[in-house]
Nanobody
Framework: QVQVVESGGGLVQTGGSLRLSCESYGIVFSAHIMGWYRQAPGKQRELVAEITAGGRTNYKDFAEGRFTISRDNAKNTVLLQMDSLKIEDSATYYC???????????WGQGILVTVSS
């Protein structure tokens, strides 16, 4: 049974930091592209950052320079370090694992991040 479980969300003030963690079970983690997405109320889900099996990273413009994605294949874990948080970063953050773009995607349940002034 495949499980993707996010943790580390919560409430933080503007300018603060949070680190999100995502553990995956039941997949060959090291072979998967792992990504973080987010969805704010009334908006579409959007990519935040992703990291390939080989460690290559891709960030959306709003995340570049503030967020860092990393993976630990030995622990089946992908991290998202978020610094200099802004109010507009408030959203539910989702972790996704996918072998390639045409394969089935495995999603976590999401975790809430709230940035307050």
């Amino acid at each position: 049974q495949v499980q993707v479980v996010e943790s580390g969300g919560g409430l933080v003030q503007t300018g603060g930091s949070l680190r999100l963690s995502c553990e995956s079970y039941g997949i060959v983690f090291s072979a998967h592209i792992m990504g973080w997405y987010r969805q704010a109320p009334g908006k579409q889900r959007e990519l935040v950052a992703e990291i390939t099996a080989g460690g290559r990273t891709n960030y959306k413009d709003f995340a570049e320079g503030r967020f860092t994605i990393s993976r630990d294949n030995a622990k089946n874990t992908v991290l998202l370090q978020m610094d200099s948080l802004k109010i507009e970063d408030s959203a539910t953050y989702y972790c996704k694992g996918q072998r390639h773009n045409f394969a089935r995607a495995w999603w976590g349940q999401g975790i809430l991040v709230t940035v307050s002034s």
